[in-house]
């Protein structure tokens, strides 16, 4: 049994992800059926390789049976619908994912929205039960820390469907008082907001766009989505070692917290 326990300092996210991945698994052997989890690829663009080998891997680290389905990249969006439409039908699979981004003649919402509901462990669809991944996959972290949210200032960078947006729905879920930033607002009220801020979450993609010039209470946290490629490897959105609390940092931050809330939404479903 997992105790709970107020950590005075943060579990760093590989150990974290350790200790749940002991628990899932643990959870996966007692099952007499093992959860049935599809990815359907089209793009093989380097980035899309690494994501969806990684998903393959944590499945079978936990032993989930997990299943690729590659298409040519030129297959025409009714073939890729119609795929859709057996997965969401086939009894045997439990949860299923489309990988993003896709070619250019497919459109991506109207795939989002051809997954059954109650099969999208990727959280797109606006009637899924479950979250999407990335904030998901945060809150879980947060709260195993034992984060506190009520009445807390939290503010969100970025407003997009996969991460913004239900980043704020979680945060407020939990009575944070929950601000969100976005490409219109100034630099003169980011800092002011961020100053101010207990939790700040940062999903924007614009290499250390929060810099030194942003100050941060001493008790702050910050979450950084961000991925930010260039010649020297991974960077966040945020500057390294701001003095606060805690920093998620990038690589090894963010992106681990999603990859294993894919394989819990994956659980979820599965579980009666
Ligand atoms: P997006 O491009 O859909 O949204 C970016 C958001 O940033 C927009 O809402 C926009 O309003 C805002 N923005 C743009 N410029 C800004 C500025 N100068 N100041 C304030 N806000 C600004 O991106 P997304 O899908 O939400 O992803 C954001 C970042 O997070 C990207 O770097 C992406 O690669 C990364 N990401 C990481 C993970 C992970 O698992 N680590 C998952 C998803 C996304």
Redesign the pocket.
């Known amino acids: 049994m997992r105790q709970f326990v107020c950590y005075n300092a943060f579990m760093t996210i590989k150990e974290y992800i350790k200790t749940r991945k002991e628990e899932l698994k643990t959870e996966i052997a007692l099952m007499k059926v093992k959860p049935n989890f599809v990815i359907v690829q089209l793009n093989e663009d380097d980035a899309s390789n690494a994501y969806v080998r990684g998903k393959l891997k944590d499945a079978a680290e936990l032993g989930i049976n997990a299943k690729l389905i590659k298409l040519d990249i030129s297959t025409s969006e009714a073939e890729l619908l119609k795929l859709i439409d057996k997965l969401n039908n086939d009894k045997a699979v439990d949860g299923f994912i489309v990988q993003m981004p896709l070619p250019k003649q497919i459109n991506e919402e109207t795939i989002k929205l051809a997954i059954s509901p109650d099969k999208d462990v990727d959280g797109f669809h606006p009637l899924s039960k479950l979250n999407p991944?990335?904030p998901q996959?945060i809150m879980n972290y947060l709260k195993h820390e034992g984060v506190e949210f009520l009445g807390k200032n939290a503010v969100v960078?970025?407003?997009?469907?996969?991460?913004?947006k239900p980043m704020a729905k979680l945060l407020l879920k939990e009575s944070c008082n929950v601000t969100v930033?976005?490409?219109?607002?100034s630099f003169e009220d980011?800092y002011r907001y961020l100053e101010n801020a207990d939790i700040v979450v940062v999903?924007?993609?614009?290499k250390f766009?929060i810099d030194d010039k942003f100050k941060f209470k001493p008790s702050a946290i910050l979450v950084d989505?961000?991925?930010?490629r260039d010649e020297n490897g991974l960077h966040g959105?945020i500057l390294p070692e701001r003095p606060v609390k805690f920093q998620t940092p990038v690589p090894g931050?963010?992106?681990l917290?999603?990859?294993l809330a894919l394989m819990e939404n994956v659980l979820k479903i599965k579980r009666p």
């Not at 989505?225 to 930010?228: D, L, R, Y």
């Open positions: 991944c990335t996959g960078i970025g407003r997009s469907n996969i991460v913004g930033l976005h490409s219109k607002t980011m999903a924007v993609g614009r766009l989505v961000g991925i930010n959105d931050g963010v992106g917290l999603t990859r």
